[in-house]
């Protein structure tokens, strides 16, 4: 899903490859064959996923932050507990996408190292700070709406375990963004005040949920390949265009206005075209500065090292019980 | 009598509430993300025992009170939840110690609740008790890896163990509301389930190689709304938006 | 700091349908216990299982993508283990 920084070129391409063997490969992602961890893969392709997958998995990972902010003041009961849920799957979404991704030779411990030293990118919309509970219905609307876009042609992605990870995803999804919308629907609803918060909520989410689609096709030199070996199957630019699409008159039917003042409705092509994205402030953020970057890592961090002895008491554990039990199998003999 | 009961509901739902408060603090914090996982799950059974119970006292109560109003807009002396439930997270170890005893205790408690002459606690009961189930079964696992694992966890095993056991005499304490609604067949009679509480604990801390410490002094004042310093900060938190913005739907 | 690796299970579980345990992803954990717990939070979350199984990823045995004609293709030419392969008059009804 977050797919954003994706589009980095891979220098690094390595020794040429049995062209027989790229063609057989090429023909199998055509036919929509599926990709299986031990097939023969070009080494392109494998680092493409490796990066893509683990790159999502982060996001989902981090993305339990902005909104774990709001657990613990959640204004209901029965918004805890929907929150609690849902920031839960988020961890279960990293879950799976790890796995997947460890289907491709890279363990947990170096994923989890790649995002903790900074050398992995993560979806930039985390960085981004939840002030007000409003914040969180917009999330679920447009960052797990974004997702969903995003998400959905993943399904069929010719890489089978990522694939088989995003059809679990979006089974869960849909909860996330209809608690969301839903939340904002009784806000709106409820008072003035209330409704100037979701308005404020919009305004700040709502040109960072259109950078999470990534870079203009134009600028998205990657993209092609990714298209050929079906691991896309939209463009950023159609995939964002789509979300406007969808996203336009669900903020009109709250009551609120979409902040860009160049948003609209073309009636020939029966899309709403929207204003210039900043792209600096998408690439600022991308590469480390955003208002909650720090903040971030630094949480992200703590937790890794707080957990630490938690690992290595456990691991110590199983070598003790497996030791114990050949003495005592030694013993007996 | 009607009081006794929605004093009686409303001490089991703050307990759960506050747990639940205390294990979602967790959330994007634990020690891997499996057990982030984990701990949420445990975090959501809590809070849904905690929404039975209030709704149910809130009808006992017959006020007009709902889940929401009895979470959010008592004030800390108001509050009758155990002291053990509100001990800030700690280390993972605090965490697990406090899981262990409450759960331990817990488990036999819904037990003998789904016993009830109240049909609705017993039903509430029913539930809850395969939740604690699970609840002790994870905490016991983890307390035995901890005690058993490294020198380290070891110690910080023991040491949560210890800081958190004169916690556990409160969850023994029977007062008059207990008193009345036991020799009604409403309550349970914690003293009938020490024993076992006990025997849990026992087994657990064997296999971690920890050491239970001696009953002695006990913490006291949870139930009667004399709280730790910290629950003040637990509450601030909780409440804050129904405090904010009085009166408004969410 | 490079940590030591906590090992890899995979899940299958056994839906409330009836069907044979399915897989159904995979979680790390240090031992037995810990994965079968880790699989019950993970993936049981929605009323999804009745019964869970974890194998140590490790001791799964798979077959060689590359021997995948040998041992896949001779089958393809057996159509007569189909049972629309024999042909059985409408009148005698269903069979
Ligand atoms: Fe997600
Ligand atoms: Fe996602
Ligand atoms: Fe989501």
Same mark, same amino acid.
């Given at each position: 899903?977050?797919?954003?920084?994706?589009?980095?070129?891979?220098?690094?391409?390595?020794?040429?490859?049995?062209?027989?063997?790229?063609?057989?490969?090429?023909?199998?992602?055509?036919?929509?064959?599926?990709?299986?961890?031990?097939?023969?893969? #070009?080494?392109?392709?494998?680092?493409?996923?490796?990066?893509?997958?683990?790159?999502?998995?982060?996001?989902?990972?981090?993305?339990?932050? #902005?909104?774990?902010?709001?657990?613990?003041?959640?204004?209901?009961?029965?918004?805890k507990a929907a929150l609690l849920a849902k920031v839960q799957d988020?961890?279960?979404?990293?879950?799976?996408?790890?796995?997947?991704?460890?289907?491709?030779?890279?363990?947990?411990?170096?994923?989890?190292?790649?995002?903790?030293?900074?050398?992995?990118?993560?979806?930039?919309?985390?960085?981004?700070?939840?002030?007000?509970?409003?914040?969180?219905?917009?999330?679920?609307?447009?960052?797990?709406?974004?997702?969903?876009?995003?998400?959905?042609?993943?399904?069929?992605?010719?890489?089978?375990?990522?694939?088989?990870?995003?059809?679990?995803?979006?089974?869960?999804?849909?909860?996330?963004?209809?608690?969301?919308?839903?939340?904002?629907?009784?806000?709106?609803?409820?008072?003035?005040?209330?409704?100037?918060?979701?308005?404020?909520?919009?305004?700040?989410?709502?040109?960072?949920?259109?950078?999470?689609?990534?870079?203009?096709?134009?600028?998205?030199?990657?993209?092609?390949?990714?298209?050929?070996?079906?691991?896309?199957?939209?463009?950023?630019?159609?995939?964002?265009?789509?979300?406007?699409?969808?996203?336009? #008159?669900?903020?009109?039917?709250?009551?609120?206005?979409?902040?860009?003042?160049?948003?609209?409705?073309?009636?020939?092509?029966?899309?709403?075209?929207?204003?210039?994205?900043?792209?600096?402030?998408?690439?600022?953020?991308?590469?480390?500065?955003?208002?909650?970057?720090?903040?971030?890592?630094?949480?992200?961090?703590?937790?890794?090292?707080?957990?630490?002895?938690?690992?290595?008491?456990?691991?110590?554990?199983?070598?003790?019980?497996?030791?114990?039990?050949?003495?005592?199998?030694?013993?007996?003999? | 009598?009607?009081?006794?009961?929605?004093?009686?509901?409303?001490?089991?739902?703050?307990?759960?509430?506050?747990?639940?408060?205390?294990?979602?603090?967790?959330?994007?914090?634990?020690?891997?993300?499996?057990?982030?996982?984990?701990?949420?799950?445990?975090?959501?059974?809590?809070?849904?025992?905690?929404?039975?119970?209030?709704?149910?006292?809130?009808e006992v109560e017959g006020a007009g009170r709902d889940e929401d109003?009895?979470?959010?807009?008592?004030?800390?002396?108001?509050?009758?939840?155990?002291?053990?439930?509100?001990?800030?997270?700690?280390?993972?170890?605090?965490?697990?110690?406090?899981?262990?005893?409450?759960?331990?205790?817990?488990?036999?408690?819904?037990?003998?609740?789904?016993?009830?002459?109240?049909?609705?606690?017993?039903?509430?009961?029913?539930?809850?008790?395969?939740?604690?189930?699970?609840?002790?079964?994870?905490?016991?696992?983890?307390?035995?890896?901890?005690?058993?694992?490294?020198?380290?966890?070891?110690?910080?095993?023991?040491?949560?163990?210890?800081?958190?056991?004169?916690?556990?005499?409160?969850?023994?304490?029977?007062?008059?509301?207990?008193?009345?609604?036991?020799?009604?067949?409403?309550?349970?009679?914690?003293?009938?389930?020490?024993?076992?509480?006990?025997?849990?604990?026992?087994?657990?801390?064997?296999?971690?190689?920890?050491?239970?410490?001696?009953?002695?002094?006990?913490?006291?004042?949870?139930?009667?709304?004399?709280?730790?310093?910290?629950?003040?900060?637990?509450?601030?938190?909780?409440?804050?938006?129904?405090?904010?913005?009085?009166?408004?739907?969410? | 700091?490079?940590?030591?690796?906590?090992?890899?299970?995979? !899940?299958?579980?056994?839906?409330?349908?009836?069907?044979?345990?399915?897989?159904?992803?995979? !979680?790390?954990?240090?031992?037995?216990?810990?994965?079968?717990?880790?699989?019950?939070? !993970?993936?049981?979350?929605?009323?999804?299982?009745?019964?869970?199984?974890?194998?140590?990823?490790?001791?799964?045995?798979?077959?060689?993508?590359?021997?995948?004609?040998?041992?896949?293709?001779?089958t393809a030419s057996k159509i007569y283990r189909h049972p629309t392969?024999?042909?059985?008059?409408?009148? !005698?009804?269903?069979?």
């Open positions: 899903m977050y797919t954003q920084a994706l589009n980095a070129r891979d220098t690094e391409a390595g020794a040429v490859e049995d062209a027989d063997r790229v063609a057989a490969f090429q023909a199998r992602v055509d036919a929509e064959e599926k990709i299986e961890p031990n097939d023969w893969m #070009p080494e392109g392709y494998r680092k493409t996923l490796v990066r893509q997958i683990s790159q999502h998995a982060h996001s989902e990972i981090v993305g339990m932050l #902005p909104e774990g902010n709001w657990i613990s003041r959640a204004p209901t009961l029965k918004r988020e961890g279960g979404h990293g879950l799976y996408l790890y796995s997947a991704a460890e289907t491709l030779g890279v363990s947990r411990e170096e994923l989890t190292e790649q995002l903790l030293s900074g050398k992995a990118k993560y979806s930039s919309i985390f960085n981004y700070p939840t002030l007000t509970w409003a914040d969180i219905g917009a999330i679920g609307w447009l960052v797990d709406g974004a997702a969903i876009m995003n998400q959905i042609p993943l399904c069929r992605c010719s890489f089978g375990p990522y694939s088989r990870a995003m059809i679990r995803v979006c089974k869960e999804e849909s909860f996330h963004q209809r608690q969301g919308y839903e939340l904002l629907l009784e806000m709106v609803r409820s008072s003035e005040e209330q409704k100037e918060m979701v308005q404020d909520a919009l305004n700040r989410w709502w040109w960072p949920s259109l950078m999470m689609f990534g870079p203009s096709d134009t600028d998205s030199q990657h993209s092609a390949q990714s298209m050929a070996w079906k691991i896309k199957r939209f463009t950023n630019d159609e995939l964002r265009q789509k979300f406007v699409d969808a996203t336009v #008159p669900q903020a009109h039917y709250l009551g609120l206005t979409i902040p860009d003042d160049k948003l609209s409705f073309n009636e020939a092509t029966g899309h709403w075209e929207f204003g210039e994205i900043d792209w600096d402030e998408f690439m600022r953020v991308i590469a480390g500065n955003g208002p909650c970057n720090r903040e971030r890592l630094a949480a992200r961090k703590k937790a890794h090292a707080d957990g630490a002895w938690v690992r290595e008491a456990a691991l110590a554990y199983s070598r003790k019980r497996a030791d114990r039990r050949e003495a005592a199998r030694h013993a007996a003999e | 009598m009607t009081s006794d009961l929605f004093t009686y509901t409303l001490r089991l739902a703050d307990d759960a509430a506050i747990l639940g408060q205390r294990l979602g603090e967790w959330c994007g914090h634990a020690p891997t993300l499996e057990e982030d996982i984990g701990l949420a799950n445990v975090a959501l059974d809590h809070i849904g025992q905690a929404r039975n119970l209030y709704s149910y006292a809130g109003q009895l979470c959010f807009l008592r004030k800390e002396r108001e509050f009758g939840n155990c002291l053990l439930v509100e001990q800030p997270n700690g280390d993972f170890a605090q965490t697990i110690a406090r899981q262990l005893f409450f759960s331990a205790f817990m488990l036999p408690f819904w037990r003998k609740l789904t016993g009830s002459r109240d049909e609705t606690l017993a039903a509430i009961a029913a539930k809850a008790e395969k939740e604690a189930a699970y609840h002790l079964r994870h905490s016991g696992e983890w307390t035995i890896r901890l005690g058993d694992g490294t020198a380290e966890s070891r110690a910080r095993m023991q040491d949560a163990i210890d800081l958190l056991w004169p916690y556990t005499g409160e969850l023994f304490e029977v007062d008059g509301v207990v008193e009345r609604l036991v020799a009604d067949g409403i309550a349970v009679d914690p003293e009938t389930i020490r024993d076992e509480w006990h025997a849990t604990l026992r087994r657990v801390c064997d296999d971690a190689t920890l050491t239970l410490p001696p009953v002695g002094w006990m913490q006291s004042g949870g139930r009667s709304g004399r709280h730790s310093e910290s629950f003040g900060h637990l509450l601030s938190e909780m409440q804050y938006m129904q405090r904010a913005y009085p009166g408004m739907r969410w | 700091m490079t940590e030591k690796t906590t090992p890899l299970w995979e !899940v299958f579980i056994r839906s409330r349908t009836g069907m044979a345990h399915r897989h159904c992803g995979s !979680v790390h954990a240090a031992d037995a216990e810990m994965a079968l717990q880790a699989a019950r939070d !993970v993936y049981t979350r929605r009323g999804e299982g009745l019964s869970i199984w974890v194998v140590p990823s490790s001791e799964i045995i798979a077959s060689d993508p590359a021997q995948k004609d040998e041992l896949f293709e001779p392969f024999y042909e059985i008059p409408e009148e !005698v009804g269903n069979m």
